[in-house]
Nanobody
Framework: QVQLVESGGGSVQAGGSLRLSCAAS????????MAWFRQASGKEPELVAA????????YYADSVKDRFTISRDNAKNTGYLQLNSLQPEDTATYYC????????????????????WGQGTQVTVSS
């Protein structure tokens, strides 16, 4: 089992930036692929970005490409999501998730393959 705790959410104006963190505890963090999902009010959760165990492979949703950056520091058992050029449509609760993965370069994009989830952190962007 791995426990995940997000932090770093908040309220910003359009064009602003935030950095979300996901602190992992329990099992070896480097054995898990990681992702960030978001869920806006009344909408289904969507995958924002995902990263391989090694951190060398990444995936981004088209809506956040060139604005968001996913990264991880396995030595610190922490994942990150840098959010730049935020827009009101980015307003949502952001969740980090972990998936036990065989292979250090594989990126997991299917939500149902993520067994471990944090409690979420709210990001609100005003125009």
């Amino acid at each position: 089992q791995v426990q995940l705790v997000e932090s770093g959410g908040g309220s910003v104006q359009a064009g602003g930036s935030l950095r979300l963190s996901c602190a992992a505890s329990g099992r070896t963090f480097s054995s898990y692929g990681m992702a960030w999902f978001r869920q806006a009010s009344g909408k289904e959760p969507e995958l924002v970005a995902a990263i391989s165990r090694s951190g060398t492979s990444t995936y981004y949703a088209d809506s956040v490409k060139d604005r968001f950056t996913i990264s991880r520091d396995n030595a610190k058992n922490t994942g990150y999501l840098q959010l730049n050029s935020l827009q009101p449509e980015d307003t949502a609760t952001y969740y980090c998730a972990a998936s036990y993965v065989i292979g250090t370069f594989r990126v997991v994009t299917a939500r149902n393959q993520y067994a471990y989830w944090g409690q979420g952190t709210q990001v609100t962007v005003s125009s």
